[in-house]
């Protein structure tokens, strides 16, 4: 293998794994995204660290789990004392650049849900806050006239262009190139402006902002200046390139809005489907029934099927778009001679239930919708066309793309190199684990869910913090997992066995870092 390929890392925001044509998608069409993986091994058994944003980005750049890294759960920060693999790249001889979503840091001044910031700034820490600089995603550094300059390195990224937010009105210098770039930029963002429909999905509205000012655009067209900026340079370079669709609000652009129709998508896993619902499916349930709304916009809900599927098109609009979008950012690739030594990654930082059990959004219940996400490996080392069952992780990205370059991971990664699965061997895992943590009480927790999942090739096993009840699915007799084998009699043992698995992974959660340098 070539030891200094450049990387292109593609990543999307809360897009499950079947959401793509070569993933086996009945519906959506993704040719762009579809060619890199006939270009390449596309893995079948590729899971989050963590199924929300923040914590699992953590662990995609320093190959360790919430729990070790910091970051546990939205509206914390990742330290910026943390080693991430960008990191070693950068001091390899790599030039790094972060394009679009970032979010290792808050990206809004809202406090956090049942606490003021009076009663936070009451109560001491265990650990005394550094005073490193921890604000450079929020809004109030993009408020003025032309372009914050952005202090880097940024974990290791020697080069940001900043994005946060979701959906048509996303913040970072995005929006202060979109004030510059729309003469009525105001009236873009008024609600009194949002163009007619018919949908009554929580969420979705037809946004006025035209396809070439949406933030999708603007990831496109930074990342195809920066691939033009390397031309003719000697050092290869890492980009990572992060879209904030598909994530909700449902608000596709132009053409996109209404490219796919709600009666094209039908509800394959209703709530009925399920034959023993947990407490929270429950919760969900009673709150669907009543009437009862959201907590939060980020917060999981039940919706009625013709909601479902509207946020199903919706969706698929969005990814039609970011295809689209990977489509110019290859070809521009191509254009410039790069495509011969880059490898090309894709993924997404977690999924969405997007209608299993009629659910939306993500939440604490790890079902595979939101834990399972795309990753396609294309090398140019091998551009044949490929699939992987291997168990893989997002917490193993660090040591495979170190592994590929040649460098040796730092001490206390947690992650496993999966190089070899993308030549065709075995993978390294019999089963990996997935934290959730939540950062407020939801779903009918009574404390914010603390969540443990261990995930083999046959089970899926779950705890859940204080709770007499978990989650015991069988993935080879019931993949869409419908049936909660928790207190089946017939499976004691087969629980048994994967709570001592569990023991195993959540002893092994302590930290190898630093190394100690004297006996005692």
């Given at each position: ?8 890392f ?42 929300v ?9 320093t ?11 939205n ?7 943390a ?20 979010h ?33 995603e ?24 900043m ?8 913040g ?14 105001e ?11 018919d ?9 006025p ?32 390139v ?20 709600p ?42 099927d ?9 969706t ?86 170190l ?19 993308t ?11 997935i ?29 859940y ?17 419908t ?10 043992a ?27």
């Amino acid at each position: 293998m070539s030891k200094r390929p450049n990387f292109l890392f593609l990543i999307t925001d809360q897009q499950r794994a079947d959401w793509l044509g070569c993933y086996g998608h009945p519906v959506l069409k993704t040719p762009n995204i579809d060619a890199i993986a006939a270009k390449g091994t596309r893995f079948d058994n590729f899971h989050v660290a963590s199924p929300v944003c923040m914590p699992n980005r953590a662990s995609l750049l320093t190959g360790r789990y919430p729990s070790r890294h910091g970051l546990r759960h939205n509206g914390c920060r990742l330290p910026l004392s943390a080693n991430t693999f960008v990191d070693l790249l950068a001091e390899a001889g790599y030039h790094t650049a972060a394009i679009g979503k970032s979010h290792l840091q808050p990206f809004t001044n809202m406090p956090p849900m049942d606490v003021t910031l009076d009663q936070i700034a009451a109560r001491k820490d265990a650990w005394r806050r550094d005073d490193g600089d921890y604000g450079q995603e929020e809004p109030g550094r993009y408020t003025a006239d032309g372009r914050y300059a952005f202090k880097t390195p940024y974990y290791g990224y020697q080069h940001v262009d900043m994005v946060t937010t979701h959906g048509d009105r996303c913040g970072g210098h995005y929006r202060q190139w979109f004030r510059e770039n729309a003469d009525n930029w105001e009236a873009l963002h008024d609600d009194a402006n949002q163009l007619p429909h018919d949908y009554s999905c929580p969420q979705a509205y037809r946004t006025p902002i035209p396809e070439n000012l949406y933030p999708t655009a603007y990831v496109r067209d930074r990342a195809i200046d920066y691939l033009d900026s390397r031309v003719g340079e000697e050092d290869p370079f890492f980009s990572f390139v992060s879209f904030p669709d598909p994530h909700h609000p449902f608000n596709p652009p132009g053409k996109y809005w209404d490219m796919y129709d709600p009666d094209d998508f039908g509800i394959t896993l209703p709530y009925s489907a399920h034959q023993n619902p947990t407490p929270p499916m429950r919760w969900l349930d009673d709150n669907l029934q009543n009437g009862v709304g959201q907590k939060i916009p980020q917060t999981a809900m039940m919706l009625n099927d013709q909601q479902i599927k509207e946020a199903m098109a919706l969706t698929a609009g969005m990814m039609a778009f970011v295809d689209d979008a990977v489509g110019d950012i290859v070809a521009a690739l191509e254009r410039n001679g790069q495509l011969e030594n880059t490898v090309i990654c894709y993924t997404s930082d977690h999924g969405d239930y997007l209608g299993d059990f009629n659910m939306l959004l993500k939440g604490a219940l790890p079902f595979r919708g939101i834990t399972r996400v795309p990753f396609i490996w294309s090398d140019p080392d091998n551009r044949t066309a490929a699939s992987s069952d291997a168990l893989a992780s997002t917490v193993d990205l660090a040591a495979t793309i170190l592994d590929r370059v040649g460098i040796e991971p730092f001490n206390g990664n947690q992650g496993k190199s999966f190089c070899g699965a993308t030549a065709g061997a075995d993978g390294v895992r019999d089963e990996l684990l997935i934290e959730y943590n939540d950062g407020g009480m939801r779903l009918g927790f009574e404390t914010p869910a603390r969540v443990r999942a261990l995930i083999t090739p046959k089970w899926r096993y779950t705890m859940y913090l204080d709770q007499d009840w978990g989650e015991l699915y069988d993935l080879s007799a019931d993949p869409n997992e419908t049936l909660n084998l928790w207190d089946s009699a017939d499976h004691f043992a087969a629980r048994a066995h994967l709570a001592e698995r569990m023991t195993h992974h959540l002893t092994a959660q302590m930290d190898e870092s630093p190394l100690p340098d004297r006996i005692a």
